[in-house]
């Protein structure tokens, strides 16, 4: 545990951002985090776990606190079920390869996200099917002010779409410190109707499929169309996919045949943000360092050296530009900060 100054974010954000941090310090225990807690009792701290769904648009004035606790545990083993018990700072990706090595089931659909596993509740993150939900028993955390100690179970998180108490009601006021998950050790969910992992699994001609198949078709899914922060910055899905009444969406129809769309209620539907912002001719669009995905146009891109500011006023022209062709408001998905 160090405390640096003035220290480069660019490597603590999917995105790639070089914005710096006045003070910076990582934890590696629970112990350690609580002393910071302490220490840093009267100032405002920013936490920062895989740093994936943040854009950072200034200097950090604030301390910033990286949760890097390491651990997983099988803390209950049986016929039907495993329970796994794991630490915030356990990278997301690295995290689902280790159950599936363990033979468990549940987690396959949502290979390949970035982020830390401490972050995964906040925004229930999701794909192809599956939600953090579906796994989630609960999550210990700590009161940044008063150091208490809570345990959230599932119906206390208030999950929805990418949504959680974290973001709501207790934003900023706990920090997620472990999370418990429940698994499958046989008779697996498999969770295939997705389209593209259908075809992708008929390619692959696989006899009895395990969730390893699952993972593998998810992966190669994910790799043709959403860039590897690693090679290019990015946070994924920088909006929402966002949720219209029935009677908007019949008449967006009317124009638009082929208009994607996911029924959520009887008066609901969601649309993929994708498809809007591909049909208003910005799939692609570059500006300096700052684009739009050429693949997906869902993510946007940090090409090189483009700032936070470069990219939220891409993310704004996006937004402008839906909003004037379809009449429909864009959320950013990511935190802006
Ligand atoms: N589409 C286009 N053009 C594009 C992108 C998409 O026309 O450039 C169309 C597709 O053809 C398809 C529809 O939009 O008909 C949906 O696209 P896709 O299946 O790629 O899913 P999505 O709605 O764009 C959501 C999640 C992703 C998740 C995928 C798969 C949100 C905001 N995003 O994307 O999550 O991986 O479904 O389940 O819900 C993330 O959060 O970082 C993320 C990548």
């Known amino acids: ?20 941090a006045k003070q910076f310090i990582g934890v590696e225990s629970f112990e350690e985090l609580k002393h910071v807690l302490k220490r840093f ?113 599932k119906e206390d998180c208030k999950f929805g779409y990418r949504q959680s108490i974290f973001k709501n009601e207790l934003k900023g ?31 692959l001609k696989i006899d009895k499929l395990r969730p390893r198949d699952i993972s593998r078709a998810v992966i190669k899914i994910r790799q043709s169309k959403l860039p590897d922060p690693k090679e290019l910055g990015n946070s994924g899905s920088f909006f929402k996919n966002p949720i219209i009444a029935v009677s908007k969406y019949q008449a967006l129809k009317q124009q638009h045949p082929n208009i994607p769309s996911y029924k959520i209620d009887e008066n609901l539907i969601k649309i ?3 498809w809007l912002i591909d049909q208003s001719g910005l799939k692609g669009y570059r500006k300096a360092d700052a684009g739009v995905h050429k693949k997906q146009a869902l993510v946007l891109v940090n090409y090189g050296s483009a700032s936070g500011q470069d990219i939220l006023n891409l993310s704004k022209k996006v937004q402008d530009t839906v909003k004037q062709n379809f009449g429909i408001d864009l959320e950013a998905e990511v935190n802006i900060i």
């Open 41 to 153: 009792y009267t100032e405002e701290i920013f936490v920062i776990g895989g740093g994936s769904n943040m854009l950072l648009t200034q200097d950090v004035s604030k301390t910033v606190l990286h949760i890097n606790t390491k651990g997983k545990r099988i803390v209950e083993h049986n016929d039907n079920q495993a329970i796994v018990d794991v630490e915030a700072g356990e990278n997301w990706h690295e995290f689902v390869c280790w159950t599936l090595d363990n033979g468990l089931g549940g987690l396959e659909n949502l290979s390949l996200i970035p982020g830390n596993v401490g972050t995964s509740p906040i925004q229930n993150i999701g794909a192809y099917g599956v939600e953090l939900k579906d796994v989630f028993v609960s999550c210990e955390a700590i009161h940044r002010q008063t150091l208490d100690k809570k345990t959230f179970l």
């Open 1 to 20: 545990m160090r405390l640096q100054t003035n220290f480069s974010l660019k490597d603590y954000n999917t995105f790639g951002i070089d914005v710096k």
């Open 173 to 203: 006021q706990y920090i997620i410190t472990k999370v418990r998950f429940k698994l499958t050790t046989k008779n697996h969910h498999l969770k295939t109707e997705y389209g593209a992992i259908k075809d992708e699994l008929k390619n």
């Open 272 to 274: 993929p943000a994708g």
